[in-house]
């Protein structure tokens, strides 16, 4: 097993885009890591570099204790699946997991044992003589997970490989994953676009944009505690509201006007605001923290305003809700106890301790 460490690494292609500037990245030996981010933004780059399928244009790449920079995909001793299974066709489950080794002149013994072996942890041994066109897309999934397991290799490589797959079988499929990562107890770094996915299987989450790092962290630590309005918008769902609002200081308090509504900050985030300086912010509300009048529980007084129902999306256990406060629109989230439909004129309050304040321009970091 190994960690691995990404020093000042830069990828700069031909034409002179620059795809990934100056990336300082340390992943832990046996850990489950995430790169997410939206389209674009050099995450699969970032793992292709680790993989040695691109080539690092400048800085330095280390698996376990060595430099690999210079050194070739076969020899750093890595697995990497990908979105597209890649499965021989003509081959059934037993040969396509098996062909790596059979190509590194493994004996036979050694590669039946190793193929039944990932077969069984992966729960396909019944369908070792199945070709790959009578399987489902989640068996080929783990038919492509076999053929990097047998390679007993130091640090697994995922690149989006739950893509094709329909949402009920990704749910399954994360589960399967997370058992395999306990099992085998080696280094997973996995790239994906959905933030549903890092937040559930992650040990930690890397947020990039732009081939730049905006926050490592816990998944609860990226939700709770985000270092920027681009983190706290591309973590949660539905995403975090953001309204532009103006602090000012009226009578010894500090109030947040939003122009719809007023909002009382408590002490201690009162003091931060005064440190920073009066002014332009942008308030940060997860759907979560909009409560009917009452409903609210937190140590700073909750803080009430009205809102008019525009759509109502039921969901089961829970019912989705857009507002409009006047010239906001809020997205809230309330339990299904609570009957509301489309058109209701509701009585609101805020959990004010868990809302965020951000900058504007710039980087907008959080304040709180």
Same mark, same amino acid.
């Given at each position: 097993?190994?960690?691995?460490?990404?020093?000042? $690494?830069? %990828?700069?292609?031909?034409?002179?885009? $620059?795809?990934?500037?100056?990336? =300082?990245?340390?992943?832990?030996?046996?850990?489950?890591?995430?790169?997410?981010?939206?389209?674009?933004?050099? !995450?699969?780059?970032?793992?292709?570099?680790?993989?040695?399928?691109?080539?690092?244009?400048?800085?330095?790449?280390?698996?376990?204790?060595?430099?690999?920079?210079?050194?070739?995909?076969?020899?750093?001793?890595?697995?990497? *699946?990908?979105?597209?299974?890649?499965?021989?066709?003509?081959?059934?489950?037993? =040969? =396509?997991?098996?062909?790596?080794?059979?190509?590194?002149?493994?004996?036979?013994?050694? +590669?039946?044992?190793?193929?039944?072996?990932?077969?069984? +942890?992966?729960?396909?041994?019944?369908?070792? !003589?199945?070709?790959?066109?009578?399987?489902?897309?989640?068996?080929?999934?783990?038919?492509?997970?076999?053929?990097?397991?047998?390679?007993? @290799?130091? *640090?697994?490589?995922?690149?989006?490989?739950?893509? =094709?797959?329909?949402? !009920?079988?990704?749910?399954?499929?994360?589960?399967?994953? %997370?058992?395999?990562?306990?099992?085998?107890?080696?280094?997973? +770094?996995?790239?994906?676009?959905?933030? *549903?996915?890092?937040?559930?299987?992650?040990?930690?989450?890397? $947020?990039?944009?732009?081939?730049?790092?905006?926050?490592?962290?816990?998944?609860?630590?990226?939700?709770?505690? @985000?270092?920027?309005?681009?983190?706290?918008?591309?973590?949660?769902? @539905?995403?975090?509201?953001?309204?532009?609002?103006?602090?000012?200081?009226? !009578?010894?308090? *500090?109030?947040?006007?939003?122009?719809?509504?007023?909002?009382?900050?408590?002490?201690?985030?009162?003091?931060?605001?005064?440190?920073?300086?009066?002014?332009?912010?942008?308030?940060?509300?997860?759907?979560?923290?909009?409560?009917?009048?009452?409903?609210?529980?937190?140590?700073?007084?909750?803080?009430?305003?009205?809102?008019?129902?525009?759509?109502?999306?039921?969901?089961?256990?829970?019912?989705?809700?857009?507002?409009?406060?006047?010239?906001?629109?809020?997205?809230?989230?309330?339990?299904?106890?609570?009957?509301?439909?489309?058109?209701?004129?509701?009585?609101?309050?805020?959990?004010?301790? %868990?809302?965020?304040?951000?900058?504007?321009?710039?980087?907008?970091?959080?304040?709180?």
């Amino acid at each position: 097993m190994a960690g691995i460490l990404l020093k000042n $690494v830069k %990828k700069r292609f031909e034409n002179g885009f $620059v795809a990934v500037e100056r990336l =300082n990245l340390e992943i832990y030996d046996k850990e489950f890591l995430v790169l997410v981010g939206p389209s674009g933004c050099a !995450k699969s780059t970032t793992l292709r570099m680790v993989a040695g399928l691109e080539e690092i244009t400048e800085g330095e790449l280390y698996i376990g204790d060595t430099r690999v920079n210079d050194t070739p995909p076969k020899d750093r001793n890595i697995a990497m *699946v990908f979105q597209d299974y890649a499965l021989y066709p003509h081959m059934n489950v037993y =040969n =396509n997991i098996a062909f790596g080794l059979k190509m590194r002149k493994i004996p036979e013994a050694e +590669i039946d044992r190793l193929v039944r072996e990932a077969a069984e +942890i992966l729960g396909i041994d019944d369908l070792l !003589k199945r070709k790959p066109r009578q399987l489902s897309g989640g068996q080929r999934q783990r038919v492509a997970l076999g053929r990097a397991i047998v390679r007993k @290799p130091q *640090v697994f490589l995922f690149d989006e490989p739950l893509s =094709n797959l329909d949402a !009920k079988l990704r749910v399954q499929m994360r589960t399967e994953l %997370k058992k395999l990562h306990e099992k085998l107890q080696t280094t997973i +770094i996995y790239v994906t676009h959905d933030q *549903v996915e890092a937040m559930t299987m992650g040990t930690r989450i890397v $947020v990039m944009k732009e081939g730049a790092i905006h926050q490592v962290g816990a998944p609860l630590d990226l939700y709770d505690h @985000p270092a920027n309005r681009f983190v706290a918008g591309f973590i949660g769902s @539905p995403s975090m509201n953001f309204v532009p609002c103006l602090l000012r200081e009226d !009578k010894g308090r *500090v109030l947040v006007d939003t122009r719809d509504f007023l909002l009382e900050l408590g002490e201690t985030q009162a003091a931060l605001i005064r440190e920073r300086g009066l002014g332009a912010y942008t308030l940060g509300v997860r759907s979560e923290d909009i409560h009917p009048r009452g409903g609210a529980s937190g140590d700073l007084p909750t803080q009430p305003f009205t809102a008019t129902v525009n759509v109502t999306e039921p969901l089961g256990k829970e019912t989705f809700l857009e507002l409009d406060s006047g010239i906001h629109n809020l997205f809230a989230v309330f339990s299904r106890e609570r009957a509301v439909k489309a058109r209701d004129r509701l009585e609101l309050e805020l959990d004010m301790g %868990k809302i965020h304040l951000f900058e504007t321009g710039g980087q907008e970091r959080a304040v709180f």
